[in-house]
């Protein structure tokens, strides 16, 4: 690094401006481990770069400046990185077993010949069919509210002998 004239009283002022730094830093990063390396980076850009600041501007203003492009090029960074996805066994997709799926299929249709045929019927139409309750209520004969009874006592004893 080539020295910069007068540039011995600037580093002395840029290291009295390492707590407003950190201070500063503590807005956009909350881990004090980040907020170190957010102030660390801009002092070392800050040192590679003093042949550019100018005397007379304020040292802190620019000091900064920095920080914040600092924190604005790491996060846009961050943002566009992604870490191991390329082999990661948790991004596939996972299927589960389909001997799993015939046997709960297997269990539900037991446990719907369970149930009194009232019920099952109002079930079926309801939920398994997608027939209205206005519907099934006038199919069956019966109130619309007889009808929900039906279906909601039908998922309970569905619940009970399933769980």
């Given at each position: 690094?080539t020295?910069?004239?007068?540039?011995?009283?600037v580093r002395?002022?840029?290291?009295?401006?390492v707590?407003?730094?950190?201070s500063?830093?503590?807005?956009?990063?909350?881990?004090?481990?980040?907020?170190?390396?957010?102030v660390?980076?801009t002092?070392?850009?800050?040192?590679?770069?003093?042949?550019?600041?100018?005397?007379g501007?304020?040292?802190?203003?620019w000091m900064?400046t920095?920080?914040?492009?600092?924190?604005?090029t790491k996060?846009?960074?961050?943002?566009?990185?992604v870490?191991?996805l390329?082999?990661?066994?948790?991004?596939?997709?996972?299927?589960?077993?389909?001997q799993?799926?015939?046997?709960?299929a297997?269990?539900?249709?037991k446990?719907?010949l369970g149930?009194?045929?009232?019920?099952?019927?109002?079930?079926?139409?309801?939920l398994?069919q997608?027939?209205?309750?206005?519907?099934?209520?006038?199919?069956?004969?019966?109130?619309i509210?007889?009808?929900?009874?039906?279906?909601?006592?039908?998922r309970?004893q569905?619940?009970?002998?399933?769980?």
């Open positions: 690094m020295e910069v004239p007068g540039s011995e009283p002395a002022e840029m290291i009295e401006l707590p407003a730094l950190r500063f830093a503590r807005r956009f990063e909350r881990n004090p481990a980040n907020v170190d390396d957010l660390q980076e002092l070392v850009r800050a040192l590679a770069n003093l042949d550019k600041f100018k005397e501007t304020s040292l802190k203003s900064f920095i920080l914040r492009n600092t924190f604005c996060f846009g960074l961050s943002k566009r990185e870490v191991g390329d082999d990661c066994a948790s991004a596939r997709s996972s299927i589960s077993a389909p799993e799926w015939g046997i709960a297997q269990e539900f249709h446990a719907m149930l009194p045929k009232h019920y099952r019927e109002a079930f079926d139409l309801i398994l997608g027939q209205s309750y206005k519907d099934v209520a006038h199919r069956i004969g019966c109130p509210g007889t009808v929900k009874s039906r279906v909601n006592r039908a309970a569905l619940y009970e002998q399933l769980n």
